[in-house]
Structures are given as C-alpha cells and as structure tokens.
C-alpha cells in the first residue's frame, strides 16, 4: 500500500469518527471505512508501531484477563493503548490506531495490550506480528459461529506461528497446549493454571488436565480455605482477587504470568501478585452499583461456561436473584445444560428469552417468582423497593450483554450520571 492510499484511509477514518462521536457509538465506524479504502491499513500502521504488542485471546476471561494486564503495566510506569472500549476485531484495532494516531506518533506509548476475537486472530497477527500473546482457554462458546471447540483450538493455532517472542498459555487446557506445542510455533512458551486442590475440571474448559511438571516456569494457583496462594518457581504468596471465582483468580494468574514475562524484569513476582489486588473489575464483571441502601451485584455472562462458573462463586445470601437472557442470543438450548443448584430462587427472569430461563430453571427445580422481559422495569421495581430501607440489602443480577447495558443504562439516568 502506497503512502497517499494509507493517508487517505486514516484521514476519512478520522472524520467519520469525529461525525460519528457527534450523532451516537462510532467507537468502530472509522476502522470500518479505512479498511474499506486501504484493505490493508492495519498491516501498513504496524510500521509505526514502534512498540511491543501483547494479544489477549481466550472463549471466555479475555476481557478481565486484558483488564488486569493492563492495570499491571500502568502500574510498572507502562503507557498503554489498549483496545477496551472499542471491537476486539479487525475494525476495532483499526478503529484504535486512528483514534490514537496522535499518540502513536508522539511516541506516547510503550505497550499496546489487544483483546482479539479468536475468530480473527490469525488474520490480525498476521497483520501486526505481535511480540507476545496470552491464552486464556477453549470453552463451547457460540456454535453458529464458532462450531466446534476443536475448530476454536485451531484457530489459536493458526495465530501462534506469527507471535514472534513469547505465549502464555493455560496450562490446564489440553487443546490449548496442543496448539502451542506444534513444530511451526517458534515463540518460547509459559503457562499458568490450578493446581489439584482448586480442581482443573470446575473451570468449564473442553479438555481439562492437570499442571505438569515440566509446564514450569508456571504461575499456578491453589486455595486455603478462602485464600488463594500464587506460586512461580519457588516464589509462593497470597493472591487477593477484586472480583469472586475462581475463574477471575485464573485470569489474574494469566495476567501475572504474562506481566512477567512481558514487562521489565526489574519487577518482582511478589509485586506483580500485589497490584492484581487494586484492580478494579473489567466492565461488567462483577461490578456492583450502590444505590442508597441496596447493593447491585452485576454479572456478565454470555454462554454455558461463564454462566456456570459465576454461579458457582457466588455464596454470599442475597435480597434477590435476577436472570436475564435476551434475543440477540440464537441458541438459548444450553440453558438446559447448567447446574442451577446453587440458586434457592430466582425473583426475576428478563429479557426476549425469559420464557426460557423460566423453563430451565422450573425442569432444575428452581422457584421463579416472577417473568418480566423488560429487565429496567425489573430493577427499577427492586430499586424502588429497597434503596430507602434502613437496612443494607444485596441483588445480583446475571445478564448477557444487552440486558447489562440497560440496566446500567437505568442506574445512569436514577443517578444522574450522563455519557
């Protein structure tokens, strides 16, 4: 691609996002039409990228995993482009370069840390050789899409070959470890992952397996009662994790892991474990909204695995329980396959899908008490029930995407909170 081709192409991006911020979203528009004029514009920025990227890839954790890697690096004195409010395909990175194009170009960052959907991974590494790259796990995630985990698998292979120094991998996943472990993969290789005590099979990966020895250097979690223990080499030190689960404690493993293989030696393990403490939740995942007395507990989840493993880790009573599931969701049979045993009720289903959250949980033997498929009038209902009470009081809410962004959309305007 020729200098004028790319200039043209970043330009119209650029104004086609300043329009585009006026009227509404246009957090990708300006990728989308650079690479309409300039097929290759990302491969063609790679050259002024001037500084080491990380790839943070996985079916679930990925956004939390990039979340707390990115708060690793700031903490080290790292100046970060990160692509967290934008796509994490090839028009978001797009999109990113040009938002950031001043910054790049005044050398105003040191690492770029990318969430990429695994679907695109091969062909954005492609693009932009990154140094590095961490995996977080194979998961069934999106079959109209992503059809078979082996499929998944292969596409983290297809991307591996073009990471140019290192990949952190999970080490409890066995397609993962295969994919990583294939002759055209030249990148040197670490791991993190748990060990027996927490149980490989209880984080919902496809093909689980224990840590092996010879997986070390390795970070590796175990647990003590409600304390997790972090171990690398011969280093071992309590881990405090901002959100609960034991998958938030994997991905806070996978972002030590590949703090420490990515930033500057000179930083302790011990201290790397120790920042993990001041994260803040990557959005939606187990954020909580305080309205007067009452505790909203929000809960992303997007498919089987995530839904069963918030579940799971959460024991802390609670006021009420809401479910919400909605259209943009094609395949809602997997609700059938989740262990709702840890819920004694649930006071609300939501959303387009609701009638079959209920019919899932009425086969599980869960009491619903009630089926609204607007969730703002659930919340508002609860809200207005309890934000007064002189008592404090606790509501978690698990939602997929669309349902989370509207009820936060509800608490901005009761609070307001603007854009």
Known sequence: MNAVTFFVARAIGTFATFVASRIGNGSVIGGRLALVIAPHFVRTARRFLDFPIVFVLGSNGKT?????????????????????????MKTGIAALIIRSWGRIRRGDVTLGIFE???????SIAEDLAPEFAVITNVQIDQIYRLHEPERVRDMFADMAPFVTRHIVVNANDALLVDAVRRPAVTASVSYFGVDDSLDANALGLV????VDAKDRPASVISRRGRDYRITRGTDRVKLTVPTDGVHFAANAAAAVEAACSVLDAGTKFSTHVARVASATPAFGRGESIQS?????DIVLFKNRPSLQLNLDAYDEPTDSVVLAFDEYSQDPSWLFAVDYSSLE???AVSGEKADFLELALTYA?????????????????IDATYRDSSEPSVHRLFLDYDQMMATRSY??????VTA
């Open 207 to 210: 093909t689980a397996r224990s």
């Open 345 to 347: 009720r649930v006071d």
């Open 365 to 381: 033997g869960v009491d619903v008490v009630k089926s609204n498929i607007d969730i703002i009038e659930v919340v508002a209902e």
């Open 116 to 122: 990429i959907d695994e679907a695109y991974a091969a």
């Open 411 to 416: 608490f901005g305007r009761a609070m307001g």
């Open 64 to 88: 939390t995993t990039a979340k707390y890697l990115v708060h690793l690096a700031e903490e080290a004195g790292e100046r970060v482009l990160n692509n967290a409010a934008g796509s994490n």
């Open 292 to 296: 007067g007395s009452a505790r909203f």
